[in-house]
């Protein structure tokens, strides 16, 4: 069954520098997804893309996040400036198409360490 | 703002028991309900998922659910639980607003626990 990949797998950073975390989605989807779970706590929705731009971000989602689809296959997460609280687990997914009635399928996540 | 409620953050059940996870929503015009198990260090793999029609459905692994929309309540059930169904149980929901790409907001989790 096809999955959505993410790399790598453990990030560790220092505070301030810039992070780059990669997902491949399930090749024939269309929306993507980035979430991200501190550890102990809830999964929270950070950004949604679709059609080369975001369609829909929460208020975690500050300047210092950005997301791209540089190549038709990969979608990135960039972190500018990291901070320590930016340390979580974050998780890619993607969902088939324009129909509301497609569950979202999940990676495995990266766990990113800000040091 | 929409909402997902899990009020029990541990439970523990004994093998070969039933089991029922909670879960409440907001408000929200047209729901769409999930429940997601998430294993220790690994990600978020979909059970099952409620959109329309009949309001008892089928997941994987023996689970099913059931939407009740006067009680904004979409409750997990499995009627006999195995050693391996010991994981975080995540409840989440996303409302057709129209936009087609609206995220999923997820609950809290229940932290499943089997006893031998």
């Known amino acids: 069954e096809p999955e959505v990949t993410q790399t790598p797998s453990h990030q560790v950073t220092q505070m301030g520098q810039e992070v780059i975390l990669r997902c491949v989605p399930i090749?024939?989807?269309?929306?993507f997804y980035w979430y991200r779970q501190i550890l102990g706590q809830k999964v929270e929705f950070l950004v949604s893309?679709?059609?080369?731009?975001?369609?829909?971000k929460s208020e975690i989602f500050d300047d210092q996040f950005s997301v791209e689809r540089p190549d038709g296959s990969n979608f990135t997460l960039k972190i500018r400036s990291t901070k320590l609280e930016d340390s979580a687990m974050y998780f890619c997914?993607?969902?088939?198409?324009?129909?509301?009635?497609?569950?979202?399928?999940f990676g495995d996540g990266t766990r990113l360490s800000i040091l | 703002a929409q909402s997902v409620t899990q009020p029990d953050i541990h439970i523990t059940v004994s093998e070969g028991a039933s089991l029922e996870l909670r879960c409440n929503y907001s408000y929200g015009a047209t729901p769409y309900l999930f429940w997601y198990v998430q294993s220790p260090g690994q990600g978020l793999q979909l059970l099952l998922k409620y959109f329309s029609g009949d309001t008892l459905v089928q997941g994987i692994k023996g689970f099913e659910a059931e939407f009740k929309r006067s009680q904004s309540s979409f409750n997990l059930r499995k009627p006999s639980v195995h050693w391996s169904d010991a994981a975080e149980y995540f409840c989440?929901?996303?409302?057709?607003?129209?936009?087609?790409?609206?995220?999923?907001?997820f609950g809290k989790g229940t932290h499943l626990i089997i006893q031998p």
């Open positions: 997914a993607s969902r088939p198409g324009a129909v509301r009635n497609q569950p979202q399928h």
């Open positions: 090749s024939n989807h269309l929306y």
């Open positions: 989440a929901v996303s409302f057709d607003s129209g936009g087609g790409a609206d995220g999923l907001t």
């Open positions: 893309f679709y059609n080369n731009e975001i369609s829909e």
